[in-house]
């Protein structure tokens, strides 16, 4: 079975740029998380959608925002860009039982550079 | 926990022994714990799990346990292997509140040949 797939692997955007991240869970998993990663703050939870609906949202601002398709892939989007958003943005998937939580599953990530 | 940036604290183990990595957790209603490992260039990789009604799992060269009264989580690696080489993060969950995992800052292994 084929991993959490994310594209673009790579992107540099200018300060007030926007950008949107692409995901694609492992098939059969219809919850997919959204991750940041810096070396200052470490990996911190953006956002949970399940069901093409937000499920759990983390302490980011507004211009962070995601959504869910009904194939379950999933969007993140950052708008107005600022050199703090440079980061390795991870993604995870899970299946989702009749368990409260299910492993999650990263993806390779996408690093973004803001210049 | 707290990241602690570039300084991660490290661990320097002799290739074929035991490595222990310890992490204290945050809240006392988390019900499910992950422990992930992350090579340079890569996502996190699940490694082991365990839920707040066990103390102790096991998996292939790994062995988790978890002390909920001092809010304490360690990850035991048996006969460690240059492949072990790479950061490890512990993880937890509030079980109630769907995927939202709280990492903590991580710790480097490096193994010796």
């Known amino acids: 079975k084929a991993g959490v797939t994310q594209t673009p692997r790579y992107l540099i955007k200018t300060r007030g740029q926007q950008v949107t991240l692409s995901c694609s869970p492992i098939s059969g998993h219809r919850s997919v998380s959204w991750y940041q990663q810096t070396p200052g703050q470490g990996l911190q939870f953006l956002f949970e959608y399940f069901s093409e609906t937000q499920r759990n949202k983390g302490n980011f601002p507004g211009r962070f925002s995601g959504r869910q398709f009904s194939n379950s892939r999933s969007e993140m989007n950052v708008s107005t860009l600022e050199l703090g958003d440079s980061a390795l943005y991870l993604c995870?998937?899970?299946?989702?039982?009749?368990?409260?939580?299910?492993?999650?599953?990263f993806g390779p990530g996408t690093r973004l550079t803001v210049l | 926990g707290e990241s602690v940036g570039l300084h991660l604290p490290t661990l320097s183990v002799q290739e074929g022994d035991n490595s222990i990595i310890n992490c204290a957790y945050s809240n006392s209603a988390s019900d499910y714990f992950i422990w992930y490992k992350q090579e340079s260039g890569k996502g996190p990789q699940f490694i082991i799990d365990i839920r707040s009604n066990m103390d102790k799992r096991q998996g292939q060269r790994v062995t988790v346990l978890l002390n909920k009264t001092v809010k304490h989580l360690s990850l035991q690696i048996a006969a460690t292997q240059p492949g072990d080489s790479a950061v490890y993060f512990c993880?937890?969950?509030?079980?109630?509140?769907?995927?939202?995992?709280?990492f903590g800052g991580g710790t480097r292994v490096l193994v010796k040949p």
């Open positions: 993880a937890e969950n509030l079980g109630h509140a769907g995927n939202k995992l709280t």
């Open positions: 995870a998937s899970s299946f989702v039982s009749s368990a409260t939580t299910d492993t999650q599953y």
